[in-house]
T-cell receptor
Framework: DAGVTQSPTHLIKTRGQQVTLRCSPK?????VSWYQQALGQGPQFIFQ???????QRGNFPDRFSGHQFPNYSSELNVNALLLGDSALYLC?????????FGPGTRLTVL | TQLLEQSPQFLSIQEGENLTVYCNSS?????LQWYRQEPGEGPVLLVT?????EVKKLKRLTFQFGDARKDSSLHITAAQPGDTGLYLC????????????FGKGTHLIIQP
């Protein structure tokens, strides 16, 4: 049974560019959440998708947007990248309370 | 804004010693989860506690949820070098419908 998978593993972008990160949830999970983890910090909640709609959103600007597909996979899009967007972006899938995390995408903005 | 305070932030001890990590908040959580994260990887779920006063054991790790569901602790007995990592607690206020609120984590190093 495959766990949560994310792609790409690493990504380097320059300021002002746009980026799309992808996540496939654990088999049977219908809810996907995205988190941003800066170096040395705990993950910060970005938003959560359920039934192809954004259900909850954390304190992140509109530059951060997402999408969930009918197969429950999800994308995170970030526009107009800033240096401060450099972080590990984590996707987590869940069916009930417990959330299971993928390995993350390391985004570096130069 | 719910905040989870973890202490200590850093802990370095010798193999075989015992330790306790604390996770405190002024907010009530419907559940609390503990994760362990290694550098460059995603957090790995260790346990979920739901009921106030609940105690769960995972080999040498003992997790406790406070009676008021505002705090939790993780106790490791006879720590081993393989226990080294970042330990994160995360609270859930919405029964799974909301994002988790994470603490900043405890960086644990077990020296051989």
């Amino acid at each position: 049974d495959a766990g949560v998978t994310q792609s790409p593993t690493h990504l380097i972008k320059t300021r002002g560019q746009q980026v799309t990160l992808r996540c496939s949830p654990k088999s049977g999970h219908d809810t996907v959440s995205w988190y941003q983890q800066a170096l040395g910090q705990g993950p910060q909640f970005i938003f959560q998708y359920y039934e192809e709609e954004e259900r909850q959103r954390g304190n992140f600007p509109d530059r951060f947007s997402g999408h969930q597909f009918p197969n429950y996979s999800s994308e995170l899009n970030v526009n107009a990248l800033l240096l401060g967007d450099s972080a590990l972006y984590l996707c987590a899938s869940s069916l009930a309370q417990a959330q299971y995390f993928g390995p993350g995408t390391r985004l570096t903005v130069l | 804004t719910q905040l989870l305070e973890q202490s200590p932030q850093f802990l370095s001890i010798q193999e075989g010693e015992n330790l306790t990590v604390y996770c405190n908040s002024s907010s009530v959580f419907s559940s609390l989860q503990w994760y362990r994260q290694e550098p460059g990887e995603g957090p790995v779920l260790l346990v979920t506690v739901v009921t106030g006063g609940e105690v769960k054991k995972l080999k040498r790790l003992t997790f406790q949820f406070g009676d008021a569901r505002k705090d939790s602790s993780l106790h490791i007995t006879a720590a081993q070098p393989g226990d080294t990592g970042l330990y994160l607690c995360a609270g859930d206020t919405g029964g799974g419908a909301d994002g988790l609120t994470f603490g900043k984590g405890t960086h644990l190093i077990i020296q051989p």
